[in-house]
């Protein structure tokens, strides 16, 4: 399968730790975007990056949210002294060069802080 | 602005009915409009897409209207099948070519057989 891979498929924490999630994009696409999805609402935005570039952040996104893709391929986003309200599917997609527009996404990782 | 709104939030048709999902969006710059389909438990999938240079495009049972200067855009599903019931999105790209999509809160769609 050479779709959008994403690890770990689930994680339960508990309140004040730290997680880390992976993403892994189709190999030939250099853009690659977080969202966030709670039930019953849409993806909301994270951040995305152009190759190894963070192009965008969203602003509601806390301090405590960090996203890295140190050589353009895979990306990480750790989310530090977690809280119950980021319990969620964090889901990452990615984009072809051809910039089509079209996002590809991952299967999720669902996050859930006790 | 990066305002996006669905309406309905909940449609039930009969199977074989239409179905049509308005999307609203503020930002005068976008021009990319694409729905995505997405299935309980599973991952969001583009069902069909549209550029700002064209009114209409179709695909099948899908169709997709853009309206630019009322900054709306619809889903149009047609002879609907139990295998369309899902949630489905609109999400407007925001910013101008190559920069992030928008979703709205979503539209569930439940056809009865």
């Avoid at chain 1, 530090?80 to 527009?101: H, I, K, V």
């Avoid at chain 2, 599903?77 to 979503?106: H, R």
Wanted: a positive charge.
């Amino acid at each position: 399968d050479t779709g959008v891979s994403q690890n770990p498929r689930h994680k339960i924490t508990k309140r004040g730790q730290n997680v880390t999630f992976r993403c892994d994009p189709i190999s030939e696409h250099n853009r690659l975007y977080w969202y966030r999805q709670t039930l019953g609402q849409g993806p909301e935005f994270l951040t995305y990056f152009q190759n190894e570039a963070q192009l965008e952040k969203s602003r509601l996104l806390s301090d405590r949210f960090s996203a890295e893709r140190p050589k353009g391929s895979f990306s990480t986003l750790e989310i530090q002294r977690t809280e119950q309200g980021d319990s969620a599917m964090y889901l990452c997609a990615s984009s072809g060069r051809l910039n089509t527009g079209e996002l590809f996404f991952g299967e999720g990782s669902r996050l859930t802080v006790l | 602005g990066e305002n996006v709104e669905q309406h309905p939030s909940t449609l039930s048709v009969q199977e074989g009915d239409s179905a049509v999902i308005k999307c609203t969006y503020s930002d005068s710059a976008s021009n990319y409009f694409p729905w995505y389909k997405q299935e309980l438990g599973k991952r969001p999938q583009l069902i069909i897409d549209i550029r700002s240079n064209v009114g209409e495009k179709k695909d099948q049972r899908i169709a997709v209207t853009l309206n630019k200067t009322a900054k709306h855009f619809s889903l149009h599903i047609t002879e609907t099948q139990p295998e369309d019931s899902a949630v489905y999105f609109c999400a407007p790209q925001v910013g101008g070519y190559g920069n992030k999509l928008v979703f709205g809160a979503g539209t569930i769609l439940r056809v009865k057989s």
